[in-house]
């Protein structure tokens, strides 16, 4: 369920400067910025509108690029928070933003429509960044060191008491528990890497009384109160750690 991200921008945009979400854990390491290493001239008569999807690793990242742009000398339109991934896409395509950070997983399944997923995340990255050069003239920026996926969360207390430590534990509780509440957004659900994809993967069988469909951000709350016995989250998101939850290796 690889979410690696990178920054994404329309062919010929000042943009490439920017990269994002990186291909592994412990993938490199970042160079530090100094204070005044930035040329406060390098962009001057540039106006760059960026763009961002709708939740907090993106509204945060697209800030920061406001940001970065901005001191460099470009005149910067503030597009963020534009709801779902194929509309941030599309605002792009139509030159209603000049860059957005996005995720090379979505952008192999989603938009270009393959449906295998390609488990190498290099691999993934080199083949999203060619084709999408290709057929749309969109240039995918070089990845950062970080690197943001899907998973699968519980509570800690209902991971000791059901002994559920991956995604295969989790498949046999849904086989023995039907009415288990699995709580996803909307995207997830529908995507083949998504929850299509991991109950093909491991051969779970997930009634759709179940599931619960609910907004990205709700779902770790809803979680933590018992309301949602497994939900998809992001593994970037602090709410994680600071509400006790255990991520579901996906073993498979």
């Not at 921008?9 to 290493?37: I, Q």
């Not at 509108?49 to 907090?56: H, I, L, Q, R, T």
């Not at 491991?202 to 933590?224: C, E, F, N, R």
């Amino acid at each position: 369920m690889k979410r690696t991200m990178t920054g994404l921008a329309a062919l010929g945009a000042g943009a490439l400067l920017l990269s994002a979400c990186g291909l592994s854990e412990d993938d490199g390491s970042t160079e530090d910025v100094e204070a005044g290493s930035v040329d406060a001239s390098a962009l001057e008569g540039t106006s760059v509108a960026v763009g961002s999807k709708d939740f907090d690793e993106q509204l945060l990242l697209g800030q920061l690029t406001i940001q970065m742009l901005s001191a460099a000398g470009a005149d910067v339109t503030d597009e963020t928070n534009i709801q779902g991934s194929t509309a941030a896409r599309q605002a792009l395509i139509r030159g209603d933003t000049d860059v957005y950070y996005d995720y090379t997983g979505t952008g192999w399944i989603v938009y270009l429509k393959h449906t295998e997923n390609i488990a190498d995340p290099q691999e993934l990255y080199q083949s999203v960044a060619e084709e999408d050069l290709q057929q749309n003239g969109l240039v995918w920026g070089e990845p950062a060191p970080f690197n943001n996926t899907y998973a699968m969360a519980v509570t800690e207390e209902f991971a000791e008491e059901n002994s559920l430590a991956s995604l295969s534990d989790m498949a046999t509780y849904m086989s023995e528990n039907p009415d288990a509440t699995v709580c996803v957004e909307s995207e997830f659900a529908s995507r083949p890497d998504g929850l299509p994809g991991m109950e093909k993967a491991y051969d779970m069988t997930i009634p759709d009384g179940s599931i619960k469909s609910l907004g990205t951000g709700v779902i770790y709350q809803q979680i933590d109160q018992g309301e949602c016995d497994f939900g998809e989250v992001f593994t970037t998101d602090g709410r994680i750690n600071s509400l006790g939850l255990v991520l579901l290796e996906d073993d498979k």
